[in-house]
C-alpha cells in the first residue's frame, strides 16, 4: 500500500501541472490588447485593460467558493466543474465582435473575465489544495510544481494565441514549428476555450485526497510546538481571519501581486512601445510590425518559463532558507529590477528583466500556499488560502490599472496590419512611458520586505488552547494517527 500511495501521489501531481498549464494562459492577455484596440479603437488603454484585471480578481474571489466547496466534495468534481465553466466563458468570448464599442466590452467583461475567471478560481484550488496534503515532507518544493504549470502555460499558448490572431508560424525562440491559419482574434478565444475545457476535465480526473492520516514514506511529522495540542494545529478561516499575522501576509502578497502582474499583464504592449518609439520609417511596415508582435509575443512566452521556475525554484529553496528569509529576498530582487525596467530597452536585457520579475512572481505563487500550510494548518487549507489569495486578485486589479493610470501618452505611431479580410490597413498605435509605474511597483516590494521582516507564526490564546486539548483527547480515537501504509 506504501509504494501504490507513494505513485498515487506523483499522480496527482501530473493532474495538477495539466490543469494549471490550461489556467496559466489568463497571463496571456497582453497578446490580444493591441489586437482588439485594432477592433475597437474607440477603446481606451484603460478599457482595454478592465477584462485583464477583472479576470484576475473574480479568478482569485472564486478560489474562496471552490476551496469552500472541494474541502466538502473533493478535488475531482470541482476541478471539472471549473474547466467547464472556463471553456465556456471563452467561448462565449469569442462573439464580442458581433457587438458595437460599447456592448462588446461589455460583454467581453462578462463573458472572459466573469465567466472565465469563475471558472478559473473554481479549477485553480483543486490541485494546490490536493498536493499540500499529499506532500507535507517537501510542501514548499511540490505547492510550486503545483503551481508551476499556471505559470507555463502562457509559454505555450502566447505564440498559438498570436500566430492564430495575425496568421502564420507557431514560434518558439524564433523556431518557425508549423503554419497555423489566421483566424483572428475572436475565433482564437474559441480555440483556446475548447482547448481548456478538455485539458482541465482530463487533468482533474487525476486528482484526489490521500486516505486520512496519510504519511510518506520515511517522514515523521515535526513534535507540536509548546502549549499546542498534538495533531490539532488546524486553523478555521475564522480564527485564521482574527490573527494579525494573516493581515500582513494578505498586505505583503497584495504589493508582490501588484508588482508582477503589472508587468506580466502589459508585458507585449510595453515591448510594443519600446520598439515603436525607435522606429524610423512611419508608417511602420506590416513585416516590421510583425517581427515586433511575434517578439512581444515571444517575451510573454519566456517570462512564463520563469514564472514557472520560479514557483519550483522559490518553493525548493524556502524549504531549506525559510519562507521568511526567501519572501524578503524575493521582493528585494524584483524591486531592484523594477527601478531599471525602463532602461532595458534592447530586447536581450528586456526579456531579462521580465523575466527575473516572472521569477519573484512566480516565488509568491509558491510561498504563500505553503505559508498558509505552515501556520494555518491543512484542514480547511482550501477555504483558508482562497482566503489569503484575495490579495492577488486584489493585485490582479491594482496592477494592470497602475500601469494604464501611470501611463503617460507621448505620442502615436501608426503601424500597418492585416484587417479582417486579409487587406493591409494604417492603425494607430498610442505610445507611453511606463516609468513611473515601473516606480510605483518597486517601491511597493520594498516595502512588502521590510514588512515581512515583522513576520510570526500566528499564536493561539490560552482559551483556544485549553479548548483543543479537550477536544484533542476526545477525538484520538476517530481521528486516525499519522500512518505510511
Request: charged share 10%; aromatic share 12%.
Amino acid at each position: 500500500m506504501t509504494r501504490q500511495y507513494h505513485e498515487q501521489r506523483w499522480g496527482v501531481v501530473a493532474g495538477a501541472l495539466i490543469i494549471q498549464a490550461s489556467l496559466g494562459a489568463v497571463y496571456i492577455w497582453s497578446v490580444f490588447q493591441t489586437p482588439l484596440l485594432a477592433q475597437f479603437p474607440g477603446w481606451s488603454e484603460t478599457q482595454a485593460t478592465l477584462p485583464a484585471q477583472l479576470v484576475i480578481a473574480i479568478f482569485a474571489f472564486a478560489v474562496i467558493l471552490g476551496g469552500r466547496i472541494q474541502d466538502r466534495l473533493g478535488p475531482r468534481l470541482v476541478g471539472s466543474v471549473g474547466g467547464l465553466i472556463l471553456g465556456l466563458g471563452l467561448i462565449l468570448a469569442g462573439f464580442t465582435g458581433d457587438f458595437a464599442e460599447g456592448p462588446a466590452l461589455a460583454w467581453l467583461v462578462g463573458t472572459y473575465a466573469v465567466i472565465g475567471g469563475l471558472g478559473i478560481g473554481m479549477a485553480y484550488v483543486c490541485p494546490v489544495a490536493t498536493c499540500v496534503k499529499w506532500f507535507p515532507d517537501k510542501r514548499g518544493l511540490i505547492t510550486g510544481l503545483a503551481v508551476a504549470g499556471f505559470g507555463a502555460g502562457a509559454f505555450f499558448f502566447a505564440p498559438l494565441a498570436r500566430a492564430l490572431i495575425g496568421g502564420g508560424d507557431y514560434e518558439l525562440f524564433g523556431l518557425a514549428l508549423f503554419p497555423l491559419p489566421q483566424v483572428g482574434v475572436f475565433d482564437t478565444f474559441m480555440v483556446l476555450g475548447v482547448i481548456f475545457l478538455v485539458a482541465v476535465v482530463l487533468g482533474a480526473q487525476l486528482l484526489r485526497n490521500p486516505p486520512p492520516g496519510y504519511c510518506p514514506p520515511g517522514w515523521t511529522p515535526p513534535a507540536a510546538a509548546a502549549g499546542q495540542a498534538p495533531g490539532r494545529a488546524d486553523f478555521t478561516p475564522a480564527e485564521m481571519l482574527r490573527t494579525p499575522t494573516f493581515w500582513l501576509l494578505w498586505v505583503t502578497y497584495l504589493a508582490g501581486s501588484t508588482a508582477g502582474l503589472m508587468v506580466i499583464m502589459k508585458a507585449a504592449p510595453i515591448w510594443e512601445a519600446f520598439s515603436l518609439s525607435a522606429a524610423v520609417e512611419v508608417p511602420v511596415s506590416h513585416k516590421r510590425f510583425a517581427s515586433i508582435a511575434s517578439a512581444a509575443a515571444m517575451a510573454v512566452a519566456v517570462l512564463a518559463l520563469f514564472n514557472a521556475a520560479g514557483r519550483i525554484l522559490w518553493g525548493r529553496v524556502s524549504d531549506s532558507l525559510g519562507r521568511k528569509q526567501t519572501l524578503i529576498l524575493m521582493f528585494v530582487l524584483c524591486a531592484l529590477v523594477l527601478f531599471t525596467l525602463d532602461w532595458m530597452r534592447p530586447y536581450p536585457l528586456y526579456l531579462l528583466g521580465v523575466s527575473l520579475v516572472a521569477l519573484c512572481f512566480g516565488g509568491y505563487l509558491a510561498l504563500y500556499p505553503a505559508i498558509a500550510a505552515d501556520y494555518y494548518g491543512t484542514r480547511h487549507i482550501g477555504v483558508n488560502y482562497g482566503l489569503l489569495f484575495t490579495a492577488y486578485g486584489s493585485g490582479g486589479l491594482l496592477g494592470p490599472f497602475l500601469a494604464a493610470v501611470l501611463l503617460e501618452t507621448t505620442e502615436g505611431v501608426e503601424y500597418q496590419a492585416l484587417d479582417a479580410s486579409g487587406a493591409l490597413a494604417t492603425r494607430v498605435f498610442q505610445l507611453g512611458d511606463y516609468d513611473i509605474a515601473f516606480l510605483a511597483a518597486g517601491l511597493l516590494c520594498l516595502a512588502a520586505a521590510v514588512l515581512t521582516l515583522a513576520l510570526r507564526a500566528p499564536r493561539r490564546s490560552d482559551a483556544r488552547q485549553a479548548r483543543q486539548a479537550a477536544a484533542s483527547t476526545e477525538a484520538t480515537a476517530a481521528l486516525p494517527v499519522c500512518r505510511q501504509s
